[in-house]
Every structure is written in structure tokens, then in C-alpha cells.
């Protein structure tokens, strides 16, 4: 399985910058499972505001990365090809550590339930190998 670049990504998603917030995918099993990358640089807009002096990525654009690699993994199957994935919830979402400029985000996210177009996903990011965010994400296809 060779490794998606960002291109090849807004291939799959309609996802495009600033809002695709995931650089690669490191490991993809279609409509099962996808693993990404984000590597946080101090460079992205919105540390000019969050926080000044103190600059953490939002636990809410960790959660969309997390929805974008997973839109990924459901994106990439045949029967969706060329849709869109839409948040239909987000549950039982932890936030366990800051997220800084330098980190390497590595996003995982696994589609554990599915009938027709809805979707139930287990997200987990982390940094250095211990858990920054976990949650469950709801989708639907559109």
C-alpha cells in the first residue's frame, strides 16, 4: 500500500486548502480503515490566534482532520466515489493533550459501523505515540 500525498488526496475528498488538514495517508484499506499525517507548523493561520504567546491547534480542527482521513477510507470505495462525507455527529469526544507547533499529528480512524450512506467511526490522534484526541464520529454520504 503506497503512501497518498496531498494531491492525491483532494483526489478522493473535496477537501482543499486552508481546510485540508491532513498532509499524507500512510496507510488505507478502503471502506475499512485509513492512517494520516499532519505535520503542525506554526505557520497555519490559526495560531496567529489561538493562542498568542502560547499557539495550540483547535481540538475542533484535530477532530476534522480525524473526519478527513476517515472520509478518506469511506471516500475511496467505488459505490462513493466523487460524494462528499458530512458530520452527522460527534460523541464521546476526549481531548488529552495540547497539540503544538512541531508535533506530528498521526490520525487513525476506523469505520465500525455502517448501513447504506450513514457511518460510525473510532478516531484516535496522537503525537509521539500518546493520545492527543479520541472520539466517535458520526457521518453521513452526499
Known amino acids: 500500500m503506497s503512501v497518498l500525498t496531498a494531491k492525491e488526496i483532494m483526489e ?18 478502503p471502506g475499512v480503515r485509513a492512517v494520516g499525517k499532519k505535520c503542525v ?14 499557539p ?30 458530512y458530520f452527522g455527529a460527534i460523541n464521546n469526544a476526549r481531548f488529552k493533550r495540547k497539540v503544538i507547533p512541531g508535533d506530528v499529528l498521526i490520525l487513525e480512524t476506523e469505520l465500525i459501523k455502517r448501513k447504506g450512506s450513514i457511518g460510525i ?7 509521539d505515540g500518546k493520545t492527543a484526541v479520541v472520539a466517535e464520529l458520526t457521518f453521513a454520504i452526499g
Open 12 to 29: 478522493i475528498i473535496p477537501h482543499r486548502q486552508p481546510m485540508l488538514l491532513i498532509d499524507t495517508i500512510e496507510e488505507l484499506e
Open 41 to 54: 507548523s506554526y505557520n497555519e493561520p490559526y495560531f496567529a490566534g489561538h493562542f498568542p504567546g502560547e
Open 56 to 85: 495550540v491547534m483547535p481540538g475542533a480542527l484535530i477532530v476534522e482532520a480525524l473526519a478527513q482521513v476517515g472520509a478518506v477510507a469511506i471516500l475511496d470505495c467505488d459505490e462513493f466515489k466523487g460524494k462528499t462525507a
Open 121 to 127: 467511526a473510532r478516531a484516535k490522534a496522537t503525537v
